[in-house]
């Protein structure tokens, strides 16, 4: 398997890295090196109320991704980055100090975009081309390896819809207080 994601990774490095590439991949890995983007975006929603209900999902979702992706995840795994591996690639970015798997950039980005489609906020179509610009950046950086990628995709997607229908209970069980009390 490591082989077939070298092949990705070498590859990337062969036929797509370029001198124009290289400053702005670094800024786009940047805006997610601690989920500042997607932070940023759900105090935006919250902000007006006709957002704030995509925005509170984003939140609860990324609380969510923080908990499983880095308290857990990563160091329950401790997979070492490519770079760690071939370590004859010259990196653009200071080399990440955790662990590989699950990225936790893709995670965080597809974390907001799930939390988007499920709040029903047509934002989630621009963040969903972020979130791919944000993850092909780390393999383009080669600090993670494809399954790191994908790992953290499919974990940011379950976390997104989950926190939507934790959103959902909250608001049944305040629905479910508030009409005991007018009884």
């Known amino acids: 398997m490591q082989e077939v994601e070298f092949a990705i990774l070498n590859w990337i490095q062969q036929f797509c890295r370029a001198p124009l590439l290289d400053g702005p991949m670094v800024a786009v890995s940047a805006i997610c090196n601690h989920g500042e983007v997607w932070i940023a975006l759900a105090a935006v929603l919250l902000l007006f109320k006709r957002t704030r209900r995509a925005g509170l999902t984003v939140a609860a979702a990324l609380i969510l991704d923080l908990l499983c992706c880095n308290i857990v995840l990563k160091p329950l795994v401790q997979r070492i ?19 590989s798997f699950p990225s936790g950039h893709a995670a965080s980005s597809f974390t907001a975009v799930s939390a988007l489609k499920a709040a029903g906020s047509r934002l989630w179509i621009p963040a969903f081309v972020l979130a791919l610009l944000i993850c092909f950046s780390r393999l383009y950086l080669y600090v993670h390896w494809p399954s790191d990628i994908l790992g953290g995709a499919v974990l940011g997607i379950l976390l997104g819809f989950l926190a939507r229908r934790l959103m959902d209970r909250a608001d049944r069980t305040i629905q479910n207080r508030h009409m005991g009390k007018m009884r």
């Open 81 to 99: 980055r490519p770079c760690d591996v071939n370590t004859a690639v010259q990196l653009l970015i200071a080399r990440p100090l955790d662990y």
